[in-house]
């Protein structure tokens, strides 16, 4: 009971358990009882690892575009504008149209069949952006490849928040956003290979078979999902690949950690939700940090060493070495990244905020160097703080897992921030890049960097007014609770004397 209530001071108050081996550090199902330990094979192996290798997927098909463009698709479409900045325009209103209708539609509609369909829609979709003939034509298919893909990316940080709990999110929340970043480390490569070797097969350029690769692939791993992709453990609704027993563990590990399951939708419920600060903050927090990510230059740089006249004369970069060379970045971000998930689980047992702070401060170090350093003048030093410049940036899923946490105990206002917090997100997108991020002002996008400051700046004040408001609700909590012990303390039992103190406190999560 000490080591429980010790526990329960932990990270802004959730439920984590004391580390008692070296192994714990290193991943958590080294401590767990047998039965939990295959149950947490299982989720890995059904959960983690098919939503890992869909993002891989999802962002193969989403980092194409750039890539297309940086290999022929600018001269072949007569894209010499802000096409590609509008294209991307495009696909985020597609994008934020879908998120919140999908990821509330999850809390009603199993996962299994949803997240699957969705995977088609987007991967046919790309496949036919490998036929157009205008930029017209590209931006019709981006806002339904926008569609489709804005269901997964929330849905699955719902999903994992369904089966994991604080010691268990983090990390895992992480491997699924890195294999985002290797899908475009892998867009890089793939492009450059086929580039290398289609360009000009059946007729074809290059950047048309990445896109036809890309939905290829994609295809059979939505099939597979309709197999093995789970419906949420407090649905009712046992997974096949799950025995009664492990689903029973698998409601009961959620309802110790307090989170809840789905409830119909009342007025009183849509007003406590809309009163509450979770739902303004949270997503707010989200939308500065994934505003400040700054847009990827190192490709624009190193084209720009090829026009005429040459910046640098006697210096200048292949196509394959523009698509190369910026993969060093998403290599030394993906390491960075995935260390700070497994601290945040581990050593720091569940603190986010730690790694909020940290990520501001560094990119606002490196968008300040990318914003002041001269573009030619040391071409060596400024290619390696592009390289270095996204180690601040791995501070995403450990917001959304926060927010898993935070809004706990009930499951529909969970769905609707974490859509929330990533649909507003892009809502912002939608418009600023159009500013801020012009293609035009590449490669020196000094407007870009210094909102990228901003917006860092911005989430340090975010973060520290949440961690106060988590402190007063804990507060008042805790004050409730000795209330009511005191009150219960006073009144008479049935006998004639005192009634005996409470041995069950009932747990009460601040709204």
């Known amino acids: ?84 900045v509008t294209s991307t325009s495009i696909f985020t209103v597609g994008y934020v149209i879908g998120q919140i209708p999908f990821n509330l539609l999850m809390t009603r509609l199993s996962p299994r069949w949803l997240i699957p369909t969705l995977e088609v829609g987007w991967g046919l979709a790309v496949m036919c952006m490998s036929s157009v003939k205008s930029y017209k034509a590209l931006y019709a298919l981006r806002f339904l490849v926008g569609i489709f893909e804005s269901g997964f990316y929330p849905g699955i940080h719902y999903m994992l928040g369904s089966w994991y709990t604080p ?9 699924f956003w890195l294999a985002g970043s290797i899908g475009q480390l892998f867009s890089g490569f793939l492009q450059a290979a086929a580039y290398t070797n289609l360009n000009g097969v059946s007729g074809r350029e290059g950047w048309r078979w990445l896109f036809i690769i890309d939905g290829i692939i994609t295809l059979p791993l ?11 453990p407090q649905g009712g609704k046992r997974t096949w690949w799950t025995t009664e027993e492990e689903h029973q563990l698998s409601v ?36 500065v940090w994934n505003n400040g990510w700054p847009q990827p230059g190192m490709g624009y740089w190193l084209k720009s060493f090829s026009t005429t006249p040459a910046p640098l004369p006697g210096t200048s970069f ?38 909020i702070y940290a990520g ?7 968008c300040a160097l990318l914003r002041q350093m001269p573009l030619y003048s040391n071409v060596d030093g400024r290619m390696a703080v592009y390289w270095l410049g996204s180690i601040g940036l791995g501070a995403g899923p450990l917001i959304l897992s926060w927010t898993n946490e935070i809004c706990s105990d009930d499951t529909e206002k969970r769905a609707l921030i974490v859509a929330l917090a990533n649909d507003l997100a892009y809502v912002v997108q939608a ?24 917006l860092h700046a911005l989430s340090i004040f975010v973060t520290a007014t949440i961690q106060i408001l988590l402190w007063r609700d804990r507060k008042n909590v805790g004050q409730i609770e000795s209330d ?25 999560n601040p709204s």
């Open 1 to 84: 009971m000490a080591e429980d209530a010790e526990a329960s001071r932990l990270a802004d108050g959730k439920v984590v358990k004391p580390i008692k081996t070296w192994k714990g550090y290193l991943w958590d199902t080294f401590e767990m009882p047998s039965d939990q330990r295959w149950l947490m094979f299982k989720l890995d192996a059904f959960i983690l690892t098919f939503s890992s290798i869909g993002y891989f997927l999802k962002n193969l098909d989403l980092n194409n575009v750039t890539n297309a463009y940086l290999s022929g698709m600018e001269e072949d479409l007569e894209m010499f504008g802000n096409e590609l």
């Open 431 to 454: 418009v600023a890049p159009n500013f801020v991020w012009k293609t035009t002002d590449f490669p020196a996008a000094k407007k870009g960097y210094l909102w990228c400051i901003v």
């Open 360 to 366: 501001a401060v560094i990119t606002i170090i490196f």
């Open 252 to 287: 009961k590990r959620m309802q110790e950690i307090g989170r809840a399951g789905k409830e119909p939708w009342t007025k009183a419920k849509a007003r406590r939700i809309f009163k509450s600060w979770h739902t303004y903050l949270l997503p707010l927090l989200y939308i």
């Open 167 to 175: 010691q268990e999110i983090g990390k895992r929340a992480m491997v």
């Open 222 to 232: 939505a099939l597979a999902g309709y197999l093995f992709f789970p419906n949420l």
């Open 318 to 355: 292949s196509v394959p070495q523009i698509n190369n060379l910026p993969l060093l970045t998403t290599g030394i971000f993906i390491v960075v990244a995935f260390t700070w998930g497994w601290l945040s689980d581990g050593p720091c047992r569940g603190a986010r905020w730690p790694f």
């Open 484 to 508: 009511t012990a005191s009150e219960e303390s006073r009144e008479p039992d049935v006998k004639g004397g005192r009634k005996a103190p409470s041995e069950e406190v009932t747990s009460i």
